[in-house]
């Protein structure tokens, strides 16, 4: 990923914010990009500011360094650097149509969710269940623990590299999400997100992660 360490800037987004109609709406992915993400990296920037040892750290240690900071520094960095690092990546699991969103798993990861789950179907219906199981704002995961793919869900913007485990694919199930085209049925946005998920993106995931 591009710009790991500090000063963290807003990267444009993969695609035009409205290239994901009709299933994520263009204000949506607009606000989402250019004012929540944006707030984290602002907060992120300014934890970082006055901490020069651990602006030498990547973003993915920082949140990995998280719970060993005293509690409120830990949590100020768990929420801000998890917050730039999930929205990255759960941007860019985003794919218009048209650009190859929503073809389904195919190469190795095809495999290893039918080996793990019976089937792609199956497993998105116990993807599905986990994000609708988020209670409040979090995320979905399918991640891989100890060699084995694992759904997972966290709350707030925690993130499974604290936990050790590898992130391949991601569903943000905080409201801003969704709220102004699905208002608050998470079901139906759950089902409009699987339409633009970029699986060639979840596959290069899982291969890194090998
Ligand atoms: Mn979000």
Known sequence: MENEYYPFVNLPLPFPPDALEPFIDGKTMMLHHDRHLKTYIENLNAFLKDRPRLQKLSLPALIQTAGHLPREEGTTLRN????????????????????????????QLEGALRRRFGGVAEFTEAFEKAALSVFGSGYAWLVKRSGR?????????????EMGQTPILCVDVWEHAYYLKHYNERAAYLKDWWQVVDWGEAERNFLLGQ
């Open 149 to 161: 793919l694992c759904i997972v869900t966290t709350p707030n913007q925690n993130c499974p590299l």
């Open 80 to 107: 801000n650097a998890g917050g730039v690092f999930n929205h990255r990546f759960f941007f860019h699991l985003l794919a218009p149509v048209a650009a190859g969103g929503g073809a389904g798993p195919a190469g």
